[in-house]
């Protein structure tokens, strides 16, 4: 007989006098964690499937449910940690590569929290946004590095394409097959109505999105899943992605078990086959391959769409970002190792990539002094969780920021970080048309504009406090930051003076 060497990460805790036996959670619990025992009129629970997505603890109609971390602790060891143990369990067990989901969980520094932004006072009075305008627009792509005139003096206000945002933050790629379709309306509609864009991620565009293009950026990956010539022409602006912050140097992996009908279409691949991203494109290993890229996704569109190209922030992001912005690329897109994502290799997502705060700045720093940050803009992703932490970026040098786990938040999310078993109890990470349907997509707009409403009055509010009118204005603004508890290093990357100074 095989042994069990697991350990359930979770207790459920029932209150038999409050529980009726309604069997909500059974029904609601897509793990098959709980079930009914007639024979014992009794709820039972199989605690080793327990994800703690909290479900069944949010429909409970008697709140008799509650899911505790399992406070049965192997012996302590300082170097054999608990986790540590178990996976090498999982692995001796399955013979398999460990699998994680969502970002990074380890205990590395979060910059953005070690960051405090400079408030106005008496020589340079704040500004009030309620009663003066605000300026929160942002347009992404290559900016003039002069102004121009015409022969008769007058400016020339021709630049090349733009994407408009009426705000510095857009929802980050997710492609549909590890999202599902109410997920994506769900960014599809909230980015239309927000003013906007959303990422198709890697999977295509599904046909009945094709009426939210002005709002939509459209990926190219190694795999090329759902690309095509109206593909290209149906969105804002085209991403190359190159890399991405949870597996950087890895490509992609969409089981076939997420393959249906639909997804198949868009991604134009067989019904229940896999669909793999390769680690590197087919037809990229220089810089200049790149740039022949870029410009046969600018012919094909007839260079009315930006092209941005999206890489993962690793240690010589600097170097790498300057190449593309020679490449013709008009953006640059870069993911922090603290990015999610539906599923990544957990060795990987957990040792492989650098913060995104120390990215941008050294990519600020490199475009600023060679002289070619106009060429591009900058967009950062991978763990940007309010607007203090968008102020934060742009004032590092980004022009707007990319979110995704804070927008599957708003969706409903729990984070219980098993987006790669399909079985996501909330709607979201998964294909199964019963789950799928929890996820009501008006509801969901609702709550990301609801969000982002929010964000960008907080977003306002702290531009006025120091005494800024307008995100431009902010773009780079370095002296509004101070670092506290940040060594001598850190503060020379981030480009900034301690608190105090």
């Not at 922030?313 to 970002?321: G, K, P, Q, S, T």
């Not at 349907?437 to 907080?458: C, I, S, Y």
Request: aromatic share 6%.
């Amino acid at each position: 007989m095989a042994v069990n060497y697991m350990i359930p990460s979770f207790e459920i805790e029932r209150n038999d006098d409050r529980c009726i036996r309604c069997r909500v959670c059974e029904r609601q619990c897509a793990n098959g964690v709980h079930r009914y025992d007639a024979d014992g009129d009794v709820m039972l629970s199989d605690e080793f499937q327990c994800v703690d997505c909290q479900r069944c603890v949010c429909l409970c109609p008697t709140h008799a449910l509650k899911i505790r971390k399992n406070e049965n602790e192997l012996r302590e060891n300082a170097n054999w940690k608990q986790h540590t143990i178990l996976e090498i369990y999982k692995q001796a067990n399955t013979g398999g590569v460990l699998l994680s989901s969502m970002g990074n969980p380890e205990p590395f520094p979060v910059y953005w929290d070690k960051l405090l932004i400079n408030a106005s006072q008496v020589t340079n009075p704040s500004i009030d946004p309620l009663r003066e305008p605000m300026e929160t627009r942002v347009f992404l792509g290559k900016k003039p590095h002069e102004i121009r005139r015409d022969a008769n003096g007058a400016i020339n206000p021709e630049l090349p394409p733009q994407v408009e945002l009426q705000l510095p933050v857009m929802f980050s790629a997710m492609s549909y097959g590890s999202i599902s379709y109410n997920a994506h309306k769900s960014l599809a509609t909230a980015a239309e109505a927000l003013g906007i864009c959303y990422n198709t991620g890697e999977g295509g565009l599904h046909e009945d999105f094709y009426r939210y293009g002005k709002n939509t950026i459209v990926q190219v990956a190694s795999g090329r899943f759902g690309v095509y010539k109206d593909y290209l022409e149906a969105g804002a602006a085209i991403e190359i992605k190159m890399g991405q912050g949870a597996k950087p140097g890895i490509g992609g992996h969409l089981p076939g078990a997420k393959v249906g009908a639909d997804v198949s279409k868009t991604r134009m691949i067989p019904e229940g086959s896999d669909a793999i991203s390769p680690a590197p494109h087919h037809d990229i290993y220089s810089i200049e391959d790149l740039r022949q890229l870029v410009f046969s996704l600018k012919e094909a569109t007839e260079y009315k769409k930006p092209v941005i190209v999206k890489v993962a922030a690793v240690h010589n992001i600097a170097a790498i970002a300057s190449g593309i912005a020679r490449s013709g690329a008009d953006i640059i897109a870069i993911d922090g190792f603290r990015g999610g994502t539906g599923a990544a290799p957990t060795r990987i997502r957990d040792n492989v990539g650098i913060p995104i705060e120390l990215a941008l700045a050294a990519v600020d720093k490199r475009l600023r002094d060679e002289g070619i940050r106009q060429n591009v803009s900058l967009v950062v992703g991978g763990s940007i969780r309010s607007a203090s932490d968008v102020i934060k970026a742009v004032a590092l040098g980004a022009d707007a920021c990319y979110i995704a786990t804070s927008a599957l938040l708003a969706l409903g999310c729990h984070l219980c970080r098993t987006c790669q078993s399909g079985k996501c109890n909330w709607g979201i990470a998964t294909q199964d048309p019963a789950l799928v349907k929890r996820l009501n997509p008006e509801t969901g707009k609702e709550r990301l504009v609801n969000l982002l409403t929010a964000w960008k009055h907080e977003i306002k509010e702290m531009m006025g406090l120091m005494g800024i009118n307008s995100i431009e204005a902010l773009r780079g603004n370095r002296l509004m930051l101070r670092g506290v508890g940040l060594n001598e290093k850190e503060l020379e990357i981030l480009g900034i003076s301690h608190a105090g100074e």
